[in-house]
């Protein structure tokens, strides 16, 4: 979960890490008190998740009052990655000397977390390494041994830092090091890292993402910062559609029957489970068949979870059919399911039979699941017909 | 042989009061698992079908003796400090259940383990499965369905999906290739074992002539396992599936699992595939095409 920039500056605040003054502004006549507030020259950026804002001209520096809300005005309506600003952030402008990088996150592979610090910030930090390794360090830390500052002093002086600048970079990056441990961060950047021509440093931008699992853990920073619950930051907002699948998931405790990605294709999918699912959509798409949407059904979860699925795939627009499957379940009862989905069609007032496309869903308790689909005229298949396969039966039905 | 556990292998399971839990505790004990004891604080006294229920970890290695493995199914989060309670009281093999743990604290159990000399296996996985000998786990769901989809035999399994471990090991089992050991690894960014950290144990195993990878998009496990391969000359056919080739077009949205987002290249599936294959890795593009592969594979010898 990415935070935006004027976040992130909070949460380097409230943790003294070196930062210009600045205030988050909503309308030209804010820019321009927070420019005389600030009483000097400022940059204004505009507040998106999404990277690009210098290139796509959301960056803007000021002299004056009015230049400041001239280019709030300006800047406010730019679209970036499909996203609208949320604010802009008027900053105090500072003489930049030299621009560092510094970067924590996970390494998968080493299973801990990854200090990248680098000497020649300010660009992009994959070029350096190919261009200049010896300017970019990597040191792997303990997420359980003591954190020591001594760890931050090797990553900078691996890169050619010494003298004063070593030692006055060793605490903030320090410090940024905790930050990512503290909050369960998957990434803790700072982007340029600044010394300013009176040899001080400076954060002049930061980047941090939040692990979606950890924000229970984190309700209180959260809060102070405003970042409410319904607030996802994926890659893109969600949809109403999602929202309601959020909200099917969330009717009890029991399974999963959610997880719903909207796509605008005419085939409604009822799939699961994690691995099955990409499975699925896959087979899906290789027949020619256009998804209506994504989703996951799995850890048994209760009829009427399932039903109230069926039921919200079934009411978007264009979607007549629906395909349920799954891979061969362990947990998963397969009659809990069929009741659910048939539910979901008589609810909708749709005749089960031609609605439900295929049943694919072999395993625990299917031959009490079969005999419902029987009932009920639904076609259905077992194990000897693959997932591939139940998925090309689904998309023929269409054409 | 088999890879990780035996017949005999002696394995407690902690937060065995919880629904979940219940549930795997029966259907491992009906498929012949030995299961010494269970943890759930403040119920000692309890039993869960014949299996007696301790306060701590430590009572039951002083009661039974040292036990070998723990299946951990406790909330997550009290899940780090079971797992830390299973390694420091002497458990070499950890199977983690639960899903939703933050990978700071995956991070910590997997360290603490290696510190350790231990095994952690997952978290948010569904176990571990030696046909006809035993199971550590919920993977292959109550013990007459395992039986339907598991066969004993010659392949290794290796899963990011739970799922799917059952559906791979079906198919196989259909097509008369039966199963050494069978692993679901886990969905999480971070896991305790990765597909090339158990290869060794596959490498150094008689049973085992051949390995069937389930891969999704999202980090760089693929990756470690072609350079594994490559490297060590393993003796080993392996064949690969690849789910989720939709998300290639899909940067920063999260699909499935918690592993399972692209974020740079390398993510992508299609560069996986590249990956895989340079390495001598066949990628199926269906399920039901694993076992011809692997049939070829082991005809040509490797």
């Excluded at chain 1, 935006?4 to 502004?25: D, I, M, N, Q, T």
């Excluded at chain 1, 830092?161 to 070593?166: E, I, K, M, Y």
Aim: glycine fraction near 10%; aromatic fraction near 6%.
């Amino acid at each position: 979960m990415r935070f935006y920039e004027y976040e992130s500056k909070a949460l380097f605040r409230k943790h003294r890490l070196p930062l210009g003054e600045s205030r988050v502004v909503r309308s030209a006549d804010e820019a321009r008190s927070a420019f005389e507030a600030i009483g000097g020259p400022v940059v204004l950026k505009s507040q998106v998740l999404s990277g690009g804002r210098m290139k796509a001209g959301a960056v803007k520096f000021a002299d004056d009052a009015d230049e400041a809300a001239a280019h709030f005005e300006s800047i406010l309506p730019i679209v970036i990655g499909g996203e609208s600003a949320r604010s802009v952030l008027v900053e105090k402008k500072s003489p930049v000397a030299q621009e560092y990088f510094v970067a924590i996150t996970w390494d998968g592979r080493a299973k801990r977390p990854v200090l990248v610090f680098s000497d020649m910030g300010g660009i992009d930090i994959e070029e350096v390494a190919e261009t200049h390794p010896d300017h970019v360090s990597k040191t792997h830390f303990s997420s359980i041994l003591p954190l020591s500052p001594y760890i931050a002093k090797e990553a900078i002086g691996a890169t050619g830092v010494s003298g004063t600048a070593l030692n006055k970079l060793t605490p903030v990056v320090f410090e940024l090091m905790k930050i990512f441990l503290d909050y369960d961060l998957t990434l803790a950047e700072i982007n340029p890292l600044a010394r300013l021509e009176d040899g001080s440093f400076i954060v002049l931008d930061g980047h941090i993402d939040m692990e979606a699992e950890a924000r229970g853990g984190h309700k209180a920073l959260l809060d102070e910062l405003g970042i409410g619950e319904e607030e996802t930051r994926q890659a893109r907002p969600p949809t109403d559609f999602e929202i309601a699948g959020a909200r099917v998931n969330a009717v009890d405790h029991r399974g999963v029957a959610g997880n719903v990605v909207e796509f605008d294709g005419n085939l409604g999918l009822v799939i699961g489970a994690g691995g099955g699912s990409l499975t699925l959509f896959d087979a899906v798409r290789k027949h020619g068949g256009k998804p209506a949407n994504y989703c996951e059904i799995g850890g048994n979860p209760s009829v009427n979870k399932a039903k109230e699925l069926t039921k919200l795939i079934l009411s978007k627009p264009g979607v007549e059919k629906i395909a349920v499957m799954m891979n061969v379940v362990s947990n998963t009862r397969v009659d809990i399911v069929a009741r659910g989905v048939v539910k979901g069609c008589i609810e909708s007032g749709k005749d089960p039979a031609k609605t439900i496309a295929i049943f694919r869903i072999p395993g625990a308790w299917e031959d009490e699941g079969f005999k419902i689909l029987r009932k009920y005229g639904v076609e259905y298949c077992d194990r000897s017909v693959s997932m591939y396969d139940a998925a090309g039966r689904a998309v023929a039905k269409l054409s | 042989m088999s890879i990780l556990i035996r017949k005999d292998t002696r394995f407690i399971v902690q937060g065995i009061t919880g629904r979940e839990a219940v549930n795997l505790t029966r259907e491992n004990l009906e498929y012949g698992a030995k299961i010494v004891g269970g943890v759930t604080p403040g119920r000692a006294g309890r039993d869960i079908y014949g299996v007696p229920v301790y306060d701590c970890v430590r009572d039951i290695v002083k009661e039974h003796g040292q036990v070998e493995g723990s299946v951990v199914s406790v909330p997550p989060k009290f899940t780090k400090d079971a797992v830390f309670e299973a390694l420091e009281n002497g458990i070499e093999l950890i199977v983690i259940v639960t899903e939703n743990i933050p990978r700071r604290e995956v991070a910590q159990m997997v360290e603490l383990a290696s510190l350790r000399g231990a095994r952690i296996i997952g978290p948010n996985c569904l176990g571990i499965i030696s046909p006809d000998e035993a199971k550590m786990g919920g993977v292959g769901g109550p013990a007459a369905n395992t039986r339907q989809a598991y066969k004993k035999g010659n392949i290794g399994v290796m899963s990011r999906s739970g799922g799917m471990t059952t559906e791979i090991a079906s198919t196989l089992t259909a097509a008369g290739l039966g199963q050494s050991t069978c692993v679901s690894i886990g969905g999480d960014a971070i896991i305790g074992t990765t597909y090339a950290e158990l290869m060794p144990l596959f490498e150094a195993d008689s049973e085992t002539q051949a390995i069937a990878i389930y891969s999704e998009p999202g980090g760089r496990m693929e990756a470690e396992l072609a350079e594994w391969i490559t490297e060590n000359d393993s003796r080993l056919p392996v064949v690969a599936f690849m789910a989720g080739r939709f998300m290639d077009e899909m940067k920063g949205m999260r699909f499935g699992h918690a592993g399972t987002i692209v974020e740079g290249k390398e993510d992508t599936t299609t560069e996986k595939i590249k990956r895989m294959e340079a390495a001598g890795i066949s990628v199926a593009e269906r399920i039901e095409e694993i076992p011809d592969l692997l049939k070829k594979r082991l005809e040509e010898g490797k």
